[in-house]
């Protein structure tokens, strides 16, 4: 298994307060992602990174903020939370390069976020 | 963008082979994946086809039809553990991103 961990594993939190979840690997893998999943919505792609200091939005970013200080860890940020954003989070790893013809990503636990 | 249709539920026995359709409308895409996943678990990697035709990986066989924007996967001698949500992901071009469909759960019974 990929060396993908998530944290926190669960929250709970209120609307209007700033909510920071972190997916760490140890994989040394370039790329970083963080999806949100729903029912009825599948996997939707918030952020993504391409190597440290280098990030850009999905198809669902608005409302989320992410860094990368360093290539094992990449950081998800709710600076508002609203009741919109209770959902599952996963973070996931692949070791593609830009443009790459294939690509597997390695998914982690998942986070599952209660926005009251 | 990138749209991807597939039935929300199939059920199976033991035994039988199942497959799972997705069809999709994009603007340009580089493979389509499967990916599994289980009730309360993280999605895992199934299968990846690049080019068009069969791919088979054991019990587990994906197709990809570019001229007819589909593809499928094809599980064979259908277990218990294989009760599970399955999504199909286009591999977007220029970009090591996946766009997935809303994914199919199959139940399988005795």
């Known amino acids: 298994d990929a060396g993908i961990t998530q944290s926190p594993r669960h929250k709970v939190t209120e609307t209007g307060t700033p909510v920071t979840l972190r997916c760490h690997q140890t994989e040394n893998h370039r790329y970083m992602y963080w999806y949100r999943q729903d029912p009825g919505h599948g996997l939707r792609l918030i952020h993504y990174s391409y190597g440290v200091k280098d990030t850009d939005k999905g198809e669902v970013s608005d409302g989320y903020s992410v860094s990368r200080s360093k290539t094992e860890d990449f950081l998800l940020t709710l600076e508002s939370a609203t009741s919109s954003q209770t959902s599952v989070y996963f973070c996931?790893?692949?070791?593609?390069?830009?443009?790459?013809?294939?690509?597997?990503?390695?998914f982690g636990p998942g986070t599952r976020l209660t926005v009251l | 963008g990138q749209s991807l249709e597939q039935p929300s539920e199939v059920t199976a026995v033991e035994g039988a082979i199942v497959q799972i359709n997705c069809t999709y409308q994009t603007s340009g895409f580089y493979g389509l994946s499967w990916y599994q996943q289980h009730d309360g678990g993280a999605p895992t990697f199934l299968s990846y086809?690049?080019?068009?035709g069969l791919e088979e990986t054991g019990r587990f066989s994906s197709f990809l039809s570019r001229s007819d924007s589909y593809g499928y996967l094809l599980l064979q001698e259908l277990q218990m553990k294989d009760s599970a949500s399955y999504f199909c992901a286009v591999l977007n071009s220029g970009y090591s991103t996946l766009t997935f469909g809303k994914g199919t759960m199959l139940l399988v019974s005795p």
């Open positions: 996931a790893i692949s070791e593609a390069e830009r443009g790459s013809y294939t690509d597997t990503q390695y």
């Open positions: 086809n690049a080019l068009d």
